[in-house]
């Protein structure tokens, strides 16, 4: 008999994804409390904070499914330039100012840049919260999809 010590192959890769999605969020509180008076210092002298960020990927393709996990996740899409690739969006975390998001194509990356409509700095980190949910959603591919779970084994007679 075989007794498994520890997490599976997909359990542990599971616990790993949330353990990085819990450290990205607590680095954007811990950065958003430190830059509060930063952001306000900012503001006053007519500058807008800016988060960014760059991944792998085209940025027609994470532009398109970035607006549309905006809008699966509750945010009110107020505004929405395909040409430049940018989207204004009230999130549900900060009805009062809404969040803008730029994919900027780097080669085969785009970097996405996130600001508040306003120039507030909780909607910005907020918004890269979303960007950082939607990055480490787990997404069906098509061979795994499409593939019938394994037949059930047979009843042997025993109750």
Not at 27 to 36: F, N
Not at 77 to 101: C, K, N, W, Y
Request: aromatic share 4%.
């Amino acid at each position: 008999m075989t007794r498994r010590l520890g997490p599976g192959p997909g359990e542990a890769a599971t616990a790993a994804r949330r353990m990085a999605g819990r450290a990205v969020r607590i680095a954007l509180l811990v950065a958003a409390a430190g830059a509060a008076p930063a952001a306000s210092r900012a503001q006053q002298a007519g500058q807008v904070p800016l988060g960014m960020t760059t991944v792998t990927g085209r940025a027609d393709s994470l532009f398109e499914r970035f607006t549309a996990f905006l809008q699966e996740h509750g945010c009110a899409i107020t505004a929405l330039d395909r040409r430049h690739r940018t989207v204004t969006a009230t999130l549900p975390s900060e009805p009062g100012e809404a969040a803008v998001f730029r994919f900027e194509p780097r080669g085969d990356s785009t970097r996405i840049v996130a600001a508040g409509a306003r120039g507030g700095i909780a909607p910005m980190i907020m918004g890269l919260g979303l960007l950082n949910e939607m990055l480490h959603e787990p997404r069906a591919r098509p061979d795994t999809a499409a593939a019938a779970p394994p037949p059930a084994p047979p009843n042997r007679g025993t109750p």
